[in-house]
């Protein structure tokens, strides 16, 4: 099978293993482990408490080997993206990171979606680093959906044939346009709250009418409002500072989450990818902490209508 090169220990690789049986998946796993072990590199396989028991009794013990369960690795796409970025980006030392296992997409298929986007931000807030994945993908339990946007998602296949490039990889910022990405919208019902603010003046009135809404109209935790109340602020400053006033603020408040849609009149945001990368010394932080601090945020440009940035809890 002709493919790309065998992966290099020092550069990115982000590689989907399909399979529909336990021996693929053991082999797969197993030549992916020794690759990394080999490297040099810290080796982790993660799954649910069964395959990760599984895999443990088929691979060799070793010290750089690590077994980790998903449900204590995966809290969210979000925070699982950035937990990796900033292990990689802050480390004293170098650290080459091998990682291969399942992620945890539940039982219900309108959760796929959110994962499938952690997977393909993956390929753009990881590849500065040498940290390499195989993810794998069991077709006896996953809908055929959830399948092509592993296959949209992931540069490389790995097969019993070898390794070769994904005919189907769509960039991070093409992704967001397929609709397997499923990328939501603001909410139907409308609006708690629509405001609009002038100048960093407005800021402080503004976030204590968020966070008032939100106590007073949802069940979402303390801790969650009060940081998307700072998501929404970073957001409101980015506007301020570089787009255009007046800066438009919508809020819906549901029981179980929150979304608000932030829009201003300005030149918009070139790259809808903005605030993924691990930032610059002296470089913006806005868009990267505001990423951190809620679960989805969304970039969109309207062509001679600004820019519009949306942000939900979950």
């Not at 179980?256 to 809808?272: H, N, Q, R, V």
């Amino acid at each position: 099978m002709s493919g790309p090169s065998p992966i290099q220990s020092d550069r990115f690789s982000h590689d989907l293993l399909v399979h529909d049986g336990d021996g693929d998946l053991l082999a797969g796993t197993r030549a992916f482990v020794e690759h990394g072990l080999s490297s040099g590199g810290q080796v982790i396989v993660h799954s649910t408490p069964e395959r990760v028991a599984m895999l443990r009794e088929a691979l060799d013990p070793h010290p750089r080997l690590e077994f980790g369960l998903d449900e204590d690795l995966y809290q969210s796409p979000t925070s699982t993206l950035f937990a990796y970025q900033r292990m990689l980006a802050e480390s004293r030392e170098p650290i080459e990171l091998w990682a291969t296992g399942t992620v945890p997409l539940g039982d219900d298929p309108a959760t796929h979606p959110a994962w499938a986007r952690y997977e393909s931000a993956v390929n753009e807030v990881l590849r500065p680093y040498a940290f390499h994945g195989l993810c794998t993908y069991d077709t006896r339990v996953l809908p055929p959906d959830t399948i092509a946007a592993a296959k949209a998602t992931h540069p490389c296949v790995t097969t019993r044939g070898g390794r070769s490039d994904s005919p189907d990889y769509q960039h991070p910022a093409e992704f967001l346009s397929n609709p397997l990405a499923a990328v939501p919208g603001p909410p139907e019902s409308p609006p708690l709250v629509t405001t609009a603010l002038h100048s960093a003046h407005d800021l402080r009135s503004v976030r204590r009418l968020v966070q008032g809404c939100a106590v007073g109209s949802t069940a979402v935790p303390r801790a969650t409002i009060d940081a998307f109340v700072s998501a929404v602020n970073e957001v409101l400053v980015n506007g301020l500072q570089h787009g255009a006033t007046p800066v438009q603020l919508t809020l819906w408040a549901e029981t179980s989450k929150l979304t608000c849609l932030i829009a201003d009149p300005g030149p918009g945001i070139p790259d809808l990818l903005s605030g993924y990368g691990y930032p610059e010394p002296a470089g913006s932080t806005g868009l990267w902490v505001a990423r951190q601090l809620c679960e989805e945020l969304f970039l969109s440009n309207q062509r001679g209508a600004g820019c519009s940035v949306l942000l939900s809890t979950a």
